[in-house]
């Protein structure tokens, strides 16, 4: 019998530590091996865009899988899951006097590259209409530090946030709030809560590439039951897209 090649699948590098067991689940249930490639989800489009294989693309947004529809790359697209943003800091203090102090660096990932960069730049804006002002000066403090083309190499095992900000890159980061479970665990580090209500939503979805029945019984599980406790068991959001709470 002729053995199937592994499923080739792209996810976003913020859904490693939820899909690192949840595919070795998948394939230990199914028989199905999967391969996944990891990096900031605007790049990974731009991968598959140039003919790379992938059957599937999880990303942290909308946009890139609807693009991918929309031109022809993609056959569907599924909502998998949700997350907000979080501060991840050293430093004592509240989330707004943390992002108003001028003093302090602001680390974050890189608009266009990395959807992280793009809800931080939409957090500004939001900001902004909170305290006149207070967005364009983040917008001019703020370093994209990784997911863009020559952004830093993050050392493997290493959580990116706690890593910048032990290495004196950064004094605050904006990141994901999902990794506040992992870094709760961290003693020299503070994942900081952003009210829900100056917060941003960030959309997962997933676009189908190659309509098979392993593509298919993979969608499946990361929407089913098991697949989507491996999501919130690692801090992201259910599909209501319930408000989450950041260690502070």
Known sequence: MELKAPLPI???????????????QFTQLTG???IAQYGPAGLLKERIEAGEPCALFASANREHPQHLLANGH???THTFSW???CLTTQEKGGWLALLSDPSLRIGTSTPGCDPSGDYTWALFDKLEQLQPGLGQQLRERAIALVGGRDTLRVPPGELASA??????YADVFIGY?????ALAQQPDIRS?????EHNILCEYQLAVLEESPETTAL??????????????????????????????
């Open 10 to 24: 792209m996810a976003a590098g913020s859904l490693r530590l939820a899909f690192t067991p949840l595919l070795k």
């Open 74 to 76: 993609a056959t569907q």
């Open 219 to 248: 969608v499946a599980f990361i929407l089913g039951q098991a697949g989507q406790a491996f999501l919130t068991e690692s801090g992201f959001l259910p599909l209501n897209g319930q408000s989450l709470i950041c260690q502070s």
């Open 32 to 34: 199905i091996e999967v």
């Open 192 to 196: 900081v809560t952003l009210p829900a």
């Open 163 to 168: 890593w910048i900000l032990r290495q004196k």
């Open 83 to 85: 997350n907000q943003l």
């Open 177 to 181: 709030a999902h990794y506040g479970k």
